[in-house]
């Protein structure tokens, strides 16, 4: 506990503790309890001993001239295991120690405290004298032993202790260069602390000082006055510390700077624009609230803010009066300003306390020197009542989500009694409003010297403003359901909006309106407002379930109803009765594990050798997710004890409390002795949530604003601390001293990030929600990490290539580097979210016990929520590469960047624990993973190359690539080269081949080339037409970007342009690398990056305090430089220090400094250049609607700005659309939700040179919009992109963008589609820098695979040829159907309806490749353009049904055809410029086919028309056939087709088809009859073939019969044989008759058979008429006739 106190210390409060006013350990503790060897006599006692009387007797060694008195309570304890008539066997025994002490007990003169209230630059800390001194304390100790179990135990400790200290002060203050003053007064200084063995300390303390200085002047008397406040010297918020002195120098100026604040009905606006459109994520609220609380508020809050400025002006007219009449007396004062301090009236002390008569109005005025400011503070707060009635439905709302789980307590389908508890509660609307107004000053020196009203600069500020509603019970008692009594519940529900973060604006001097050009009010509708509101409940109350009575309370919690997460209602409840369940859970969340390398198993990486080394790079869980292990055990054995004694147990809360406990180890918090200042614990109170907060003293804590706390339902002003869970009653179990893990903790490089822990009972399940952050802090040989795709290139020939450059008169630089120096910084994070769950309903509660294993793991759950992780570094190197063969090659600021990860993609299904054989198992095969991976290093080479005959010099880049390192193919290695070198000197070398691209194919179109007729493509000018693709413009668009960013970072300071140069580069060009791993991520940052931060902090923070405010994270009365060595101090946790450092907020509690992160340092000015360049991306984009077009206006500072609005364009606000208008992402719902301001650059400049790799990146971004213009009524190009989690199964791209479809409900938002020109499957666009023989190779290339077409203006004429064509074919067509009747006699009308039918598809394939090379030797510079690949095919099909009436009749027609055509340039490849002719040497090819298949309304027929052309070019050549198929009932064929044909061979008639199928059709059982035409026309020659096929089937008995008659004519066989026989064989059918017609010929079948038999064959001799039986063996027979 001492040195629990020393480590709170005093804040500002130097050279002194509250261990100095009462150590407890040596003033209390042991004068009570004694030295060591005398509580060993107590413990060795053989006789009697009372302990009181002991104790007693030691009060008077204890310090205090009063002795302290001694309470103690005996009692037996009655619990609930005793049996009838048996005693009690439990004692308890509680001593309470209650003291005081005076000044008189201490040596107050030994005391010698100081203070620093002033700024430590320029004043002298106060030196304090105690004059009084006044402390109370009280200790408990409760005792408890229990005689059966011979346990006894030390319940929980609690102190308290208060002390309040009266001080005077004699100070000398400097008030100018040369003016000191003397000033005295009396500073109060009070403290109260608490302790507890559950949950430490709880502390605050305040001090209140005031002091003058006077002297006389004349008859008049001089004075000044300082007046120090601080409310909490324990919080980061700066005390208040006022210079109280003559206004009449400044009352003017400050009259001017209040003319700003104009409030009209901007309210309105507000509360409509900020909570009306979040208002549908909180559905409990009504639509109506907003519109409630204007009608209650908004008038009120008007009248009042135009009141106080009323006020403040009449006030300062006063001063001025006041003042003109003293200067009328003609008080002269002195220059170095010892005369000009105040008369009587006429200090702003006095002007302060005249404006605050008003009712809600707070108001401190005069010189803030920690601020630099002369200037008034105004805080207004009202409250109006608001009618409960408006929250009546949020009520009913919120209840109903309580239905679920009341079966469990036995109020199923009970309506809750909300009119009982919404007449119990208050309910207000309120307004608050914080202004400042006045000048700013260069420090308090200008201001008494008068040097502050040369120039004043004048200012007013709006510190914060807020509207909501509220409606509160704060304590709830009343029948909730019937029969279940709520006692001492709480109910709390709010909502309104608040401004995001103060807004200050300067004033012009002249008529004080604000600098920039608008109003105070029309400013407003500009500033960020947030909604937010809170639902907090806890309903207490005891219910009978199963025969037992227990305690439940019903929780209702949303730390924000205006967020996505949802509503959390649920049930509090003792868990000991369901522990097997709650312990199944807890082991299934505790076995939890990441290992990347177990998920993603053995993988190559290309060629870096990470794979088994893999889960190094990533934090390991396990220390944390232990925890839960260690949590469980403990419930288990708290369980067991309450079985034993009878007690409740633990309720779930305190599980979820004990959770949190053991996984953030609080009880293994180290001293910088026990571990080395490499191992830093955070501090993540803010981040916990579901703290149990009733077992816990909560410090008080203002506002992060600085001022008054806010309504206690703002999530800022909330504080969460954790109790041990065993504040339960009778918890005899000993939690395990875990700093026996101090060693392995020590050596750990994992830091904790964030932590949240849910659980409790919804109504269907019971529940445990974790979410865990982790990063690394530190990795062991980073520098041979980094350094492996550097030593990728001695496994390649391309350094090998490019050594030839240095043979052929390179002139090498010598380095003086002798190996590689590697500046690094990493990150190294996971997020794991992942919810164990059991499902049950209510009225299911008393059947746990009951439950066996099996139906336990039946309904027991784990759901894999978002887990995802990621390693990211980036090196900045110099020095010597070593290459083999090669020899030393010198670097110089090179950067290698390079980052992988994984993670899942949807929320995965419930996976239920009998399914389960491992969780790591699970894990891997359940969730859906996507892996992502990446690389880009750039090596300025040390060397030069000039060529002859141009003023041309260029160092090369060696540039390593690779955009998936998850491959087992090496990265690109490629030569880059900057641009600057490349356009030098009037040699633009990149432009002249982009030229020679777009001019290369425009020399194709304007070639007379081949016309087709019939065909698809006209001239090839009718696919370079539709893509318009002029390449000309790209380098004007990349330079004119590039520039305008440069020009941009280079209006920053040097020390910020350090900064952005130090920056890690995030790849953001690949949104999932910003997605993945740790929610709030430690990043590593290099060695150079924490110098250049340290020295910062370290300048700025000489002293332990700053501004009266003790620096946070740095021990009481140490510095920040003493505290942390140079470069080694963990930089999360100084990221308010590193605001106010570097000039982005005024203290370290100020809204920008808790928000501040370190991007801000890494992102350039977005001055009024660029910010110009970026919102015309935004307004060219038409896809975004002209929202942009709004910003026509600018800023006083020249930045765009809406002049209706006056919102000024801002950023940070459209980062979404910025994305998307940047080709970063392809919609703006897809951008990614981590991409900052600092990512815009190294998005859309991979490199910090403008080289060329930067370029070929921007253009495949770039190139994406014209690519979709021109495919305006083409075709859409596959895109390959992974689908998981899209709602689309393919993506493609086409005139409308990209279809990627939506995200899926359930998607992680981790993988945003990434969309370049290398993912669309149809196009390739790329520059390539090679080396050969010499000589570097420039090639730019544009390659186009189109398939799938379908080219409506270009291919118009294809369809009329295609029209013609069937048209034509209908006269063939029509010869042969005549046959078929007058049905089908109009074939050509046929094929004309379907030719003309809107479903005809046209499809068009076309492949082109063009390129351009351009070859840089010594000696020349030589163009080529060359086309590699020029093709298209054509296909038109039709493959859909419809109907078509002809004749009269409707007929139904399934068609498929195809037509196809294709045309393939023969002098591949050709250079266009060398052979322009080659572009019309083609060949020609193509083919049709058709099938048709016909059916008509009443007829039994089914006809199928095919025809086919291998060669269309000759389309007077034709196959066809017709095909029919009829259902018949054909009886013996072969007889009806005998007569068929002797009747028309005895007539002499023709024997038609439709003749002989009506002679077939006449009395014949049920068959089937096919009909076949086929033949050929050419040349005028048709012929034809007609095959008709038919089949008939007999009975096995119908055929015997006929075999035995005509067996009988040869051998007679008695009956009985046959009936025999037809008893072996299947009594189905003997067999199809097949009957084949071909015109001239008739054909028939018939067989049937058995398989073996033996049976008896009786066979009557023929005139003997004797009978002869045969024994028949493995007989068979087969009968066949035709």
């Avoid at 201490?106 to 002033?118: G, R």
């Avoid at 708290?638 to 409740?648: I, K, Q, S, W």
């Avoid at 970072?1049 to 140069?1061: H, P, S």
């Avoid at 088809?1553 to 035409?1573: D, E, K, R």
Wanted: hydrophobic share 45%.
């Amino acid at each position: 506990m001492v040195s629990g106190l020393n480590d709170i210390g005093l804040g500002p409060v130097a050279s002194f503790s509250w261990n100095d006013v009462l150590n407890l350990k040596d003033n209390v503790f042991d004068p009570l309890f004694g030295n060591a060897s005398e509580r060993n006599a107590w413990i060795n006692v053989t006789t009697a001993l009372d302990v009181k009387a002991q104790l007693e007797e030691n009060l008077n060694s204890i310090i205090g001239a009063i002795p302290p008195e001694l309470t103690v309570t005996c009692a037996l304890e009655t619990t609930d295991d005793l049996e009838e008539g048996e005693e009690p066997y439990r004692f308890g025994m509680e001593f309470e120690l209650s003291g005081s002490l005076a000044g008189s007990d201490l040596d107050l003169a030994s005391f010698t405290p100081s203070i620093n209230v002033l700024p430590e630059n320029t004043y002298d800390p106060f030196q304090l004298t105690v004059d009084t001194l006044q402390a109370n304390y009280q200790l408990t100790i409760p005792l408890t032993l229990d005689g059966k179990r011979r346990k006894f135990k030390i319940g929980e400790i609690a102190i308290s202790f208060n002390s309040s200290l009266d001080t005077s002060v004699m100070q000398v203050i400097p008030l100018t260069d040369t003016v000191s003053q003397n000033f005295q007064g009396t500073l109060q200084l009070n403290g109260n602390l608490s302790y507890s063995s559950v949950s430490k300390w709880a502390y605050m303390a305040n001090f209140q000082a005031s002091l003058t200085a006077a002297t006389s002047v004349g008859t008049e008397v001089a004075n000044l006055g300082l007046i120090l406040e601080d409310d909490d010297l324990y919080d980061n918020g700066p005390p208040t510390v006022i210079f109280d002195f003559d206004a009449c120098d400044y009352t003017d100026l400050i009259k001017t700077s209040i003319e700003a604040l104009t409030f009209t009905d901007e309210i309105n606006s507000i509360v409509d624009t900020s909570l009306v459109p979040v208002l549908s994520r909180a559905p409990f609220l009504p639509a109506t609230f907003t519109d409630n609380i204007k009608a209650e508020i908004v008038s009120a809050a008007k009248t009042k803010v135009n009141d106080v400025k009323t006020a403040v002006i009449m006030q300062i007219d006063a001063v001025i009066t006041d003042c003109s009449r003293r200067r009328l007396r003609k008080i002269e004062v002195n220059p170095d300003g010892s005369q000009r301090m105040l008369s009587g009236g006429l200090k702003f002390g006095d002007f302060a306390t005249a404006i605050q008569v008003i009712d809600g109005v707070t108001v401190t005025a005069g010189l803030f020197p920690a601020r630099s400011e002369v200037a008034v503070d105004v805080l207004i707060n009202m409250e109006e009542d608001f009618d409960k009635a408006y929250f009546t439905d949020a009520f009913n709302s919120i209840f109903a989500e309580l239905g679920a789980a009341q079966a469990m307590f036995g109020a199923a389908s009970e309506l809750p009694n909300v009119s009982a508890l919404l007449h119990a509660a208050s309910s207000i609307v309120a307004f608050d409003m914080s202004i400042s107004f006045g000048l700013r000053v260069e420090n308090a020196f200008s201001v008494f010297s008068g040097d502050a009203r040369v120039s004043p600069d004048l200012f007013f500020r709006l510190n914060d403003m807020g509207i909501f509603a509220e409606a509160t019970v704060l304590s709830v008692d009343l029948d909730i359901f019937p029969g279940i009594n709520v006692q001492g519940g709480t109910f709390a529900l709010s909502a309104g909006v608040r401004v995001a973060e103060p807004f200050e604006g300067e004033v012009s001097l002249t008529d004080g309106t604000m600098a920039s050009g608008i109003t105070f009010a029309q400013s407003l509708k500009t500033i960020a407002f947030e909604a937010y509101g809170k639902l907090e409940s806890s309903l207490p109350f005891e219910a009978t379930i199963n025969d037992f009575t227990q305690s439940l309370t019903i929780k209702m919690e949303d730390d924000n109803v205006f967020d996505s997460v949802q509503l959390l209602v649920k049930v509090d409840f003792p868990v000991c009765p369901v522990v097997s369940i709650v312990d199944s859970l807890l082991g299934k969340l505790g076995s939890l594990s990441l290992s990347p390398r177990n998920i993603l198993g053995p993988v190559e990486t290309a060629g870096l050798d990470l794979s088994d080394t893999l889960d190094d790079y990533f934090p390991n869980l396990s220390q944390f997710i232990d925890g839960i292990l260690e949590a469980k055990n403990e419930l288990f054995h708290l369980c067991a004890e309450a079985a034993e004694t009878g007690d409740v147990g633990p309720l779930l809360e305190d599980v979820i409390t004990t959770l949190i406990e053991d996984v953030l180890d609080v009880d293994s918090l180290f001293t910088a002795e026990e571990c080395s200042s490499e191992r830093r614990h955070r501090a993540l109170e803010a981040r916990i949530h579901n703290a149990v907060t009733s077992h816990t003293m909560s410090r008080v804590s203002r506002d992060h604003r600085g001022l008054r706390s806010l309504r206690k339902f703002h999530p800022d002003a909330l504080s969460h601390h954790a109790p041990r869970a065993r504040h339960l009653r009778y918890n005899h179990f000993t939690r395990p001293p875990r700093r026996r893990h101090l060693t392995e903790a020590c050596d750990s490089t994992e830091l904790l990030d964030g932590l949240s822990i849910k659980g409790g009972y919804d109504g269907t399940r019971i529940f445990f929600k974790l979410e865990l952050d982790v990063s690394k802090e530190a990795m062991s040989d980073l520098r041979d990490v980094i350094l492996k795709p550097i030593l990728l290139l001695s496994e390649t020939d391309f350094m090998q290539d490019l050594s030839h450059l240095f043979i052929d008169g390179a002139s090498i630089v010598d380095s003086v580097f002798d190996n590689i120096e590697a500046d690094i910084s990493f990150s190294a994070g996971a997020h794991l979210g992942a919810t164990v769950g059991f499902e049950l309903q209510g009225e299911e509660f008393i059947q746990i016990p009951s439950m066996t294993q099996a139906q336990i793991a039946e309904r027991a759950f784990i759901q894999f929520d978002d887990i995802s992780a990621k390693f990211t570094t980036t090196a900045r190197a110099s020095g010597h590469m070593d290459i083999a063969g090669i020899g030393n090659i010198g670097i110089e600021n090179a950067t290698i960047t390079f980052a992988f990860g994984l993670g899942i993609v949807e929320i995965s299904e419930k996976i239920y624990f009998n399914n389960i054989s491992s969780t790591l198992l699970a894990l891997r095969e359940n969730a859906v993973w996507q892996k992502v991976g990446v690389m880009d290093v750039t090596l300025p080479i040390l060397a030069s190359f000039d060529f002859d005959g141009i003023d041309l010099t260029i160092s090369p880049i060696v540039s390593i690539t690779s955009p998936d390192l998850f491959t087992p193919d090496y990265p690109n290695f490629s030569v880059d080269l900057n641009l600057e070198d490349l356009i030098a000197d009037g040699e633009d070398l990149i432009g002249s081949l982009l030229s020679k691209l777009t001019g290369g194919m425009v020399d194709i179109a304007a070639t007379d080339g081949l016309s087709f007729s019939g065909g698809p493509f006209g001239e090839i000018q009718g696919i370079l037409d539709k893509f318009g693709l002029d390449f000309n413009d790209l380098m004007t668009k990349f330079k004119g970007q590039y520039d305008v960013f440069k020009a941009d970072l280079l209006t920053m300071d040097t020390e910020m342009q350090n900064l952005f140069n130090l920056r890690p580069i995030s790849l953001p060009r690949f949104p999932s690398i910003l997605q993945i791993g740790s929610k709030s991520p430690s990043m590593t940052y290099s060695l150079d990056l924490n110098y250049l931060l340290w020295d910062k902090l370290a300048a700025k923070f000489p002293n332990p305090t700053f501004n009266g405010v003790k620096i946070p994270n740095i021990p009481s009365g140490s510095t920040f430089a003493v505290a942390f060595p140079r470069g080694d101090f963990p930089v999360e946790l100084f990221l308010p220090h590193i605001a106010v450092a570097f000039g982005y907020a005024p203290s370290f509690s100020h809204p920008k400094a808790l928000s501040f992160s370190m991007d801000k340092l890494f992102m350039p000015n977005f001055g009024p250049d660029l910010s110009i360049k970026l919102l015309d991306s935004l307004r060219e984009n038409v896809n975004l609607n002209g929202v942009f077009d709004r910003f026509s206006g600018f800023s006083v500072s020249g930045i765009p700005m809406d002049p209706d609005t006056f919102e000024v364009f801002d950023i940070e606000n459209y980062l979404p659309e910025l994305q998307f208008s940047l080709d970063l992402a392809p919609k703006v719902e897809f951008a990614a939700p981590n991409f900052r301001a600092s990512d815009l650059f190294d998005a859309v400049f991979p490199t910090s040179l403008p080289t060329l790799q930067s370029f070929i990146s921007f253009m495949k971004k770039d190139i994406m919009s014209k690519i979709q213009i021109a495919l305006d009524g083409l075709f859409e190009a596959k895109v390959n992109v992974p689908t998981a989690g899209l709602s689309v199964d393919a993506v493609s791209f086409g005139e409308d963008g990209i279809n990627l479809g939506e995200w899926t409900e359930f998607n992680n938002k981790l993988f945003p589609p990434m969309i370049n020109v290398d993912v669309v499957q149809e196009f390739t666009f790329d520059i390539n820098v090679e080396v050969d023989d010499g000589a570097l190779i420039l090639t730019a290339s544009f390659e186009m695979h189109a398939e799938g077409v379908n080219p409506a203006q270009t291919l118009a004429d294809v369809s009329t040829s295609l029209n013609s064509l069937l048209a034509d074919s209908g006269d063939e067509f029509q010869s042969i159907a005549s046959a078929f009747g007058p049905a089908f006699d109009s074939s050509a009308e046929l094929f004309t309806s379907i030719a003309d039918s809107n479903k005809t598809t046209l499809l068009l394939d076309a492949n082109l490749k063009a390129g351009v090379q351009l070859s840089l030797s010594f000696d020349a510079i030589d163009f080529s353009t060359s086309i590699d690949q020029l093709d298209m095919a054509f296909v038109a099909s039709i493959t859909d049904t419809f109907d078509i009436d002809i004749g009269g009749s409707n007929i139904q027609v399934a068609p498929t055809i195809q037509l196809h055509l294709q045309a393939q340039n023969t002098a591949l490849p050709f250079d266009v410029v060398q052979t322009p002719s080659a572009v019309s040497k083609f060949s020609f090819s193509g083919d049709f086919e058709g099938i048709v298949v016909i059916g008509m309304d009443g007829v039994p027929a089914e006809i199928s028309l095919r025809a086919y052309s291998p060669y269309l070019t000759q389309i007077d050549s034709l196959d066809f056939e017709v095909l029919l198929d009829i259902d018949l009932v054909p009886i013996r064929a072969t007889v009806s087709g005998m007569s068929f044909l002797d009747e028309a061979i005895a007539n002499s008639t023709t024997a038609t088809v439709t003749g002989f199928l009506n002679a077939i059709t006449a009395g014949c059982s049920t068959s089937s009859l096919s009909l076949s035409l086929g033949g050929g026309y050419n040349k005028g020659e048709l012929e034809i073939n007609v095959v008709v096929d038919m089949s008939a089937s007999r009975t096995v008995r119908e055929a015997l019969k006929s075999l035995q008659t005509v067996l009988s004519r040869v051998l007679p066989v008695k009956q009985q044989f046959f009936d025999s026989i037809s008893d072996k064989i299947s009594q189905s059918s003997y067999g199809d008759i097949h009957a084949s017609v071909l015109v001239n010929h008739f054909e028939a079948t018939a067989s049937f058979g058995s398989s073996a038999f033996s049976l008896d064959l009786p066979i009557t001799i023929p005139n003997v008429n004797t009978a002869i039986n045969f024994g028949l063996t493995d007989a068979s027979f087969s009968v066949a006739f035709f």
